[in-house]
């Protein structure tokens, strides 16, 4: 365990792929340095922004080694290691916690549209990968999955397993959701953190929480949001968001996590922005507006590598 809960800017750390559709461990390498120079208070590996569901289990090996060897301690680590066998998560846990992960990440077990465990394999599947390791557990509650977690579950999971200190709540409703989970496990979560690219950040922050994951697009602009607002300066953290908001919009709603990749590209830090068929590249249109939208801010993201 950290001295002090984990909080703050964690944003997730995007794969980077040749045109080819081959990992770019060169533009990887890059990523990992840009993310540090943007003062970030961790990152997270392999999760959905990290295309996670387009990776073979020999390259989450190999992304988790160059990752962990790049980032060499600069900053905590986060790992995520969804999947739906607890056996497999499992493992995927003690991997990284032996590579150097500070904190491990897991969704709900969940395959497809229907295959999902009760709230009682749920609790069972979480339980089963913390007694695997001894670093922190950040449940993800995302809609991805398309399984519900009560405040009930989640408060559970929280005051009952010892690692689970950390919650990542990107669900219709955040706040809410966030207010009620701290009103009933209480000291048993050390982290309530949002989602979702930061889109509901101001009202999470009133909600109680103490950290976000947004994409490597800006978190360097994000983070004076959270900074002057747990430092008690609510209408400078206000007037920050109010400026990146729009850009935070559109790259939720218009992009998704293809945004930080054209501007990694458009940055220097990575050689292209593919994506992983079937999903699509970028349409032109989206680019050009998304662009427009970040120059004025200049994010480092877009001029790392210049």
Request: aromatic share 6%; proline share 7%; charged share 25%.
């Amino acid at each position: 365990m950290a001295d002090s809960p984990y909080s703050g800017v964690f944003p997730i750390v995007p794969t980077p792929f040749a045109e080819s559709g081959e990992l770019d461990m060169e533009s990887q390498r890059r990523i990992i340095d840009c993310m540090v120079d943007q003062g970030n208070d961790g990152i997270c590996l392999l999760a959905n922004y990290s295309e996670q569901f387009a990776l073979g289990d020999g390259e989450r090996e190999t992304l988790l080694d160059v990752c962990m060897d790049q980032n060499a301690g600069r900053l905590p680590v986060i790992v995520t290691c969804s999947h739906y066998s607890t056996r497999i998560a499992a493992e995927r846990a003690v991997r990284a916690e032996a590579a150097g992960a500070s904190m491990l990440m897991l969704m709900p077990p969940y395959h497809g549209a229907l295959l999902k465990a009760d709230e009682e394999g749920v609790f069972e599947h979480f339980q089963a990968v913390a007694e695997a390791v001894s670093i922190p557990i950040m449940v993800q509650d995302a809609p991805l999955s398309g399984v519900q977690l009560s405040v009930r579950l989640l408060a559970r999971l929280a005051r009952d397993i010892p690692q689970i200190d950390y919650l990542k709540i990107e669900t219709p409703g955040t706040a809410d959701k966030l207010r009620a989970l701290i009103e009933t496990a209480g000291d048993a979560i050390a982290g309530p953190f949002d989602g979702e690219e930061s889109i509901t950040l101001m009202a999470d922050l009133d909600a109680g929480a103490t950290g976000t994951m947004c994409s490597a697009l800006l978190p360097d602009l994000i983070k004076p949001v959270v900074d002057h607002y747990l430092a008690g300066r609510r209408k400078e953290a206000a007037y920050q968001y109010n400026r990146i908001l729009p850009l935070i919009n559109y790259e939720n709603h218009q992009c998704g996590l293809r945004a930080c990749k054209a501007v990694l590209k458009e940055g220097g830090v990575i050689k292209s922005d593919a994506v992983r068929h079937p999903l699509a590249r970028l349409p032109e249109p989206a680019r050009i507006g998304l662009l427009e939208l970040v120059r004025p801010l200049e994010p480092l993201a877009l001029r790392w590598g210049r």
